[in-house]
């Protein structure tokens, strides 16, 4: 299911309010599901929620076959590549080595969850259901420019069960995962996002 989220994107960096000024007619059915979508994002765990993925998960891709190809598992603390080498070891605040060693961390600012790496340096920022490039600054920034800068740095949108490349209503589809990330945490998101990315470990998509 694809979604038209310019709109989503305003109010997730700037409330409802900020957004009154833009340049739309009124909420469509989609506009409404993806402020429903984000509001129900937003709440985390323990909503009793069965949609929320932050729990056990496949990431997968067809191949040129037609077959699906699992690139990643994430099982319990760990996660996995194609061959089932582990390749990370999860927690509630770092990415480490299997061996223990701290490859990547968890910060917050701003609203957004952040992905450092060990030198601090911000990889991956998100809200609600995109993952953006680096640290996201929107101070001093007016809802227009704020709107500018978030799509510029968008990398990933999740839309239910798919990671999408940029918007999910015009983006390249990277991956399907076993569960509804959508409604998964932001840790959670980065984690993923990550994985595709090649961050923390991981060396990313590899060729099919």
Same mark, same amino acid.
């Given at each position: 299911?694809?979604r038209?989220?310019?709109?989503f994107?305003?109010?997730?960096?700037t409330g409802?309010t900020?957004?009154?000024d833009?340049?739309?007619s009124?909420?469509t059915?989609d506009?409404e599901?993806?402020l429903?979508d @984000?509001?129900?994002?937003g709440?985390?765990?323990g909503?009793?929620?069965p #949609?929320l993925a932050n729990g056990?998960v496949?990431?997968?891709?067809e191949?040129?076959?037609? %077959?699906?190809i699992?690139? @990643?598992?994430?099982v319990? &603390?760990?996660?996995y590549d194609?061959?089932? &080498?582990?390749?990370?070891?999860?927690?509630n605040?770092?990415?480490?080595?299997?061996?223990?060693?701290v490859?990547c961390?968890r910060?917050?600012a701003?609203? @957004?969850?952040q992905?450092?790496?060990?030198? %601090?340096?911000?990889?991956?920022?998100t809200?609600?259901?995109?993952? #953006?490039?680096?640290?996201?600054?929107l101070?001093? *920034?007016?809802?227009? *420019? *704020?709107?500018?800068t978030?799509?510029? *740095?968008?990398r990933f949108?999740?839309?239910?069960? &798919?990671v999408?490349e940029?918007? $999910?209503?015009?983006g390249d589809e990277?991956?399907?995962?076993?569960?509804?990330i959508?409604f998964?945490?932001?840790w959670r998101k980065?984690q993923?996002a $990550?994985?595709?990315?090649g961050?923390?470990?991981?060396n990313?998509?590899?060729?099919?």
């Amino acid at each position: 299911m694809r979604r038209l989220l310019p709109l989503f994107l305003c109010v997730a960096a700037t409330g409802l309010t900020a957004c009154d000024d833009q340049p739309v007619s009124g909420p469509t059915n989609d506009d409404e599901q993806a402020l429903y979508d @984000f509001r129900k994002a937003g709440q985390g765990n323990g909503n009793g929620n069965p #949609f929320l993925a932050n729990g056990d998960v496949s990431l997968s891709r067809e191949g040129g076959g037609g %077959g699906i190809i699992i690139d @990643f598992d994430i099982v319990d &603390t760990a996660a996995y590549d194609r061959n089932g &080498t582990q390749i990370q070891q999860l927690s509630n605040d770092a990415i480490s080595s299997p061996d223990g060693a701290v490859l990547c961390t968890r910060t917050s600012a701003n609203g @957004f969850v952040q992905l450092r790496d060990a030198d %601090g340096d911000v990889l991956l920022s998100t809200i609600g259901p995109f993952v #953006f490039d680096g640290e996201v600054e929107l101070g001093g *920034q007016n809802p227009l *420019q *704020q709107f500018q800068t978030l799509m510029s *740095q968008l990398r990933f949108s999740y839309d239910l069960d &798919t990671v999408i490349e940029g918007l $999910a209503n015009s983006g390249d589809e990277m991956v399907h995962a076993s569960a509804h990330i959508q409604f998964s945490s932001g840790w959670r998101k980065l984690q993923i996002a $990550a994985l595709v990315d090649g961050y923390c470990g991981s060396n990313g998509l590899e060729d099919m």
